[in-house]
């Protein structure tokens, strides 16, 4: 580290302080962000392989908690998640603002209905600064530890590279455009007022974050960690990888090509010189305009190439498939066999179904019933490395009698709607509440013991309106009469049915019963269950499985690369990432079935019509559909509603679901969908980005806040 560096740091947000404070008064160290348990002097770290590398894992330890994709008790929910504050989950633990001690806690309604403050949510600002500080330190210094091998030293700056530049994507995605902190360091003998940085454009962000992942690309070793079967190093397999890199940077440009960030109108039309009032509000404090105003189709072309070059690198990603079943038991219940279409049907994997089981395909993908060894699906996770947050958002959907679960996470009747029938059509009923759909009427009727073959996996007792889905829904979807699994040995019955009726008599307290615990809508999630989880008490998670965190898998991009392509009218001639070669990239059917045909044959359904294939408002709506159920409980709704500026129209329809206040012996009124009235919904246009906390604005005097919330308190 040269003595010019040495004087010159990356400086982010709150850190800018205490930075200053620590260098000044000892321009020769750095603390390593309570990594260590002293400071360490540079030499003395990027001289030792053990500290370098010490250094590099704490670039990735911010990465947990509040900027963790999974979870986010940045929200201000203890024990809340992203997922849980969409049109498709509801969270039904917090009710108020105040729990039972007088403390302060924000609850589901106060989160959707955007009453929350600047206050909520500030450290994964913070998180995301400090891990930039810490990986930009090890970049700049790692060349010189002569400890470690010239591949070695390259592979791991690749490595720090790419945190670096995910710390960016993740505040991008959550604040929207923010400061871009100078790669060469920050003068700390500067005046205060000289340090302050103003936030980069939406489009700068998106383009930085593109170019260091191909820096990244350059310098690390692998394309896919996870390919190797003899591979069980934990910590390596869970290291980016030049894949993950590519992923990212298309995450970043599909973004930046979507309505929020470019120019586009509230009801899906791109014309040219469009502006709305959010855009024009989001401006940095010289006028400069840090959304689009301009309309540039162009984008789109960028990011279905980039997507590409995930589809078509070195890595070799493929979809999860799991051979097929033919006999059901109480880990692996018998699924509907997914219709004779003539195509998919008549074929094998990659082509088709035939040779796969659907539902298996896609609950063991989540369940921990796979690991990441051989995994061809994932391209990028934090692993297990993430404590017990995946198994806490398990616990707070399992059911409370027996399985001792918080039983408060719920699906909204839109998701439930959203899953097709396993013919590929809609179900009955679908959206009629809001007088949307085909005009039909929901199914009435139940199941019985007699007619288990007719509608199998469903048991005795179940709502006709849950029979014949698709397999994606018995793997996702807890419905009143569902048979959870239960292998605590301190139980008889290891296969209990779940109702969620309003408790009366002896019946097992799952529904509502004038305490928090029970499904505000009457219908749970399945989604991450495994069969051997079970709970003996509240908060005993040592026998839920581990659950690697799914924060990009090849399914994603998939989906993408057939959204931009969707949005094209004219024929891009575009570079790969490497310049090896050249990319048409039009709207072309054939490819655009590239990244929809796999995702629809591991679900167990037919393809589109080709009139929706040649119909781009139509096969617009039914990409964002199928990302809505091939993404559930995964974070990504929330943000897709935000970058769709779909929001404003989804956000505020009311939530339905059962009348959770009937009991069993009202079945009928139970499954009539009624609205949620203690769940009211509204959308403003201050709830598409995160509010930046006060400390920060203060900090740096040029940094603005977003349109809609306070500068100061």
């Avoid at 170019?211 to 990244?216: G, I, P």
């Avoid at 749970?524 to 499985?545: C, L, R, S």
Wanted: with cysteine.
């Amino acid at each position: 580290m040269n003595t010019r560096y040495m004087k010159k740091i990356v400086l982010g947000g709150s850190l800018c302080c205490c930075m200053i404070a620590t260098l000044t008064s000892c321009a020769n160290e750095l603390d390593s962000d309570k990594y260590f348990d002293d400071r360490r002097s540079i030499e003395s770290v990027f001289t030792d392989r053990n500290q370098s590398l010490g250094w590099l894992a704490q670039s990735f330890a911010f990465l947990k908690g509040p900027l963790a994709d999974c979870k986010t008790k940045d929200t201000g929910v203890d024990g809340a998640f992203f997922q849980c504050f969409g049109d498709d989950m509801v969270f039904g633990d917090r009710d108020s603002k105040l729990d039972l001690d007088g403390n302060a806690r924000t609850s589901f309604n106060a989160l959707m209905l955007g009453d929350y403050d600047e206050e909520v949510g500030k450290n994964a600002w913070i998180d995301a600064y400090k891990g930039i500080y810490q990986a930009s330190i090890f970049i700049h210094n790692i060349d010189r530890n002569v400890k470690m091998t010239d591949e070695e030293r390259a592979d791991f700056k690749g490595q720090a590279r790419f945190v670096r530049a995910y710390y960016y994507w993740l505040l991008l995605r959550k604040y929207g455009p923010v400061p871009i902190m100078p790669d060469e360091g920050a003068d700390y003998t500067q005046q205060y007022e000289e340090l302050a940085i103003p936030r980069s454009s939406y489009e700068q962000c998106a383009t930085f974050i593109a170019d260091e992942m191909l820096k990244a690309v350059d310098e690390m070793k692998d394309w896919n960690r996870f390919e190797a079967p003899n591979n069980t190093d934990a910590e390596f397999i869970v290291r980016p990888t030049k894949g993950a890199a590519l992923a990212v940077r298309a995450l970043a440009y599909i973004y930046a090509a979507s309505p929020l960030a470019n120019g586009q109108l509230l009801n899906g039309t791109h014309p040219s010189q469009v502006t709305d009032l959010f855009a024009r509000e989001l401006v940095n404090k010289d006028g400069t305009p840090l959304l689009g105003r301009e309309y540039d189709e162009s984008k789109w072309a960028r990011a279905a190439a980039a997507c590409r070059d995930v589809m078509e690198c070195n890595a070799h990603y493929e979809l999860y498939h799991y051979g097929v079943v033919v006999n059901g038991t109480n880990e692996m219940p018998e699924t509907i066999t997914p219709p004779r279409d003539g195509d998919f049907s008549e074929k094998n994997w990659p082509d088709g179904y035939a040779d796969i089981d659907p539902y298996l395909s896609y609950r063991r993908l989540f369940d921990g019933e796979i690991g990441l060894t051989g995994n061809t699906e994932i391209i990028f996770t934090r692993g297990y490395n993430l404590g017990d947050e995946i198994k806490s958002f398990v616990a707070h959907q399992m059911p409370s009698s027996p399985l001792h679960g918080w039983n408060c996470h719920a699906l909204t009747q839109k998701m439930v709607d959203a899953y097709y029938m396993s013919d590929g059509s809609d179900c009955p009923g679908k959206d009629s509440e809001y007088g949307e759909g085909d005009g039909s009427t929901r199914v009435t009727g139940w199941t019985t013991a007699q007619n288990y073959n007719q509608h199998k996996p469903l048991y005795s007792n179940v709502s006709l309106q849950y029979a014949n889905r698709e397999p994606r829904f018995y793997a996702s979807v807890a419905y009143n009469g569902l048979r959870w699994w239960n292998n605590n040995p301190n139980e008889n019955d290891h296969y209990p049915q779940i109702f969620y009726y309003r408790a009366s008599g002896a019946e097992r307290n799952n529904g509502y019963s004038n305490t928090s615990r029970y499904l505000r809508t009457g219908i749970g999630v399945m989604k991450f269950v495994n069969p051997a989880d079970y709970q003996t008490g509240e908060n005993d998670w040592g026998h839920i499985t581990n659950k690697y965190e799914p924060a990009i898998r090849y399914a994603d991009i998939l989906l993408m690369y057939a959204e931009a392509l969707n949005e094209l009218h004219g024929s891009y001639q575009m570079k790969s990432w490497n310049g090896a070669q050249t990319y048409t990239i039009s709207r072309d059917i054939d490819e655009i079935k590239r990244g929809i045909r796999p995702v629809r044959i591991r679900a167990g359904l037919p393809d589109y019509q080709d009139a929706e294939y040649a119909n781009q408002d139509v096969l617009r709506s039914k990409i964002k559909r199928e990302r809505m159920i091939e993404f559930l409980a995964e974070g990504k709704r929330y943000y897709d509603l935000r970058r769709w500026m779909d929001a404003p129209v989804e956000l505020a329809k009311p939530i339905y679901g059962c009348n959770v206040m009937m009991t069993s012996a009202q079945r009928d009124q139970f499954q009539n969908v009624v609205q949620i009235t203690s769940l009211p919904t509204v959308f403003s246009e201050k709830m598409y980005f995160w509010p930046i906390h006060f400390s920060e604005l203060k900090h740096n005097n040029k940094l603005v806040q977003n349109p809609g919330w306070k500068y100061n308190d």
